[in-house]
């Protein structure tokens, strides 16, 4: 009955020198058949970029200003009243309206934000999708040689019954 020899142990014994013996080495080709074949697959990721657009609704504003000369009057007369209040004389008064005008006009040319509508944009999302699929990479051959059965990985074509090539390592202990 033939024996079933793995790639490595196949491979250790017959192409390459195994490091577990030592002396004279010595190597000389034989010839194998080739009893089968199977193709070698692999699963391959692709990830593809896929677009999802929708539209949404954006607000419009509009910059409100105040009125810098009301509100400068405003400022003053508050800070004028406040001014006397704190510091209990005119001097008081007089520094709080000054501060109060300047206040209120700074606050009257910032203004204020109002929407006035809304208008309509495209809004573009991206998100992968990932596929799987099988791609030959190569055969796995099973090869005959002296009653003994191994097996290799190959990207060459063979087929069953074809003459293959072997290169036999021998060494001693």
């Given amino acids: 009955m033939k024996k079933l020899t793995t790639l490595m142990v196949a491979g250790a014994m017959m192409l390459t020198a195994s490091t577990a013996f030592a002396g004279p ?4 080709h034989v010839n194998g058949t080739v ?5 070698n697959y692999v699963t391959i990721e692709d ?13 419009i504003l509009s910059q409100k200003k105040g009125n810098a000369g009301e509100s400068a009057l405003g400022g003053m007369i508050i800070g004028g009243i406040l001014g006397k209040a704190i510091g209990g004389n005119d001097k008081g008064a007089a520094a709080g309206a000054i501060l109060g005008g300047v206040i209120g006009a700074d606050k009257a040319q910032g203004g204020t934000q109002e929407v006035i509508g809304y208008r309509q944009v495209e809004k ?5 999708q990932t596929t799987t699929h099988e791609v030959r990479r190569g ?23 074809d003459s293959i090539a072997l290169k ?6």
């Fill in 35 to 39: 009893t089968q074949v199977e193709p």
């Fill in 124 to 128: 573009c999302t991206t998100t992968y």
């Fill in 47 to 59: 990830r593809q970029p896929v677009n999802k657009c929708s539209i949404v609704e954006v607000p």
């Fill in 139 to 161: 055969n796995v051959i099973r090869v005959d040689y002296n009653g003994n059965t191994m097996e290799f990985f190959s990207d060459r074509i063979y087929n069953v019954g």
């Fill in 25 to 28: 080495k010595a190597w000389y």
């Fill in 168 to 173: 036999m390592t021998l060494t001693t202990r």
